[in-house]
């Protein structure tokens, strides 16, 4: 059974967001991450589950939520179980569609 929180970096890793812990805990110091809508510029910022994730992705920014928070870093399968991607008219269902 996995942990209710995680440091974010481990969490980035874990999720394949990234291919090393080196690179996650440099986007986080960056400032390339969003916990919550709010910045992050610490690798040791926590994430538990249901919490939401803005995360740069290629050439395209991602908005998740985390669905767990993973012991270990395995398979690609086992990495997309830890979060769902949130489609745009769930982050503001508010705006007007065209």
Known sequence: MSEDRIRIDKWLWHARFHKTR???????????????????EKA?????IGDTLTVPRGKEVVVVRVLGCGIRRGPATEAQALYEILKDDVLDPGQARL
Not at 44 to 48: L, M
Request: glycine share 8%.
């Open 22 to 40: 080196s690179l996650a805990q440099a986007a986080a110091v960056k400032g390339h991450i969003r916990l919550n809508g709010r910045r992050i």
């Open 44 to 48: 040791s910022a926590e994430v538990r």
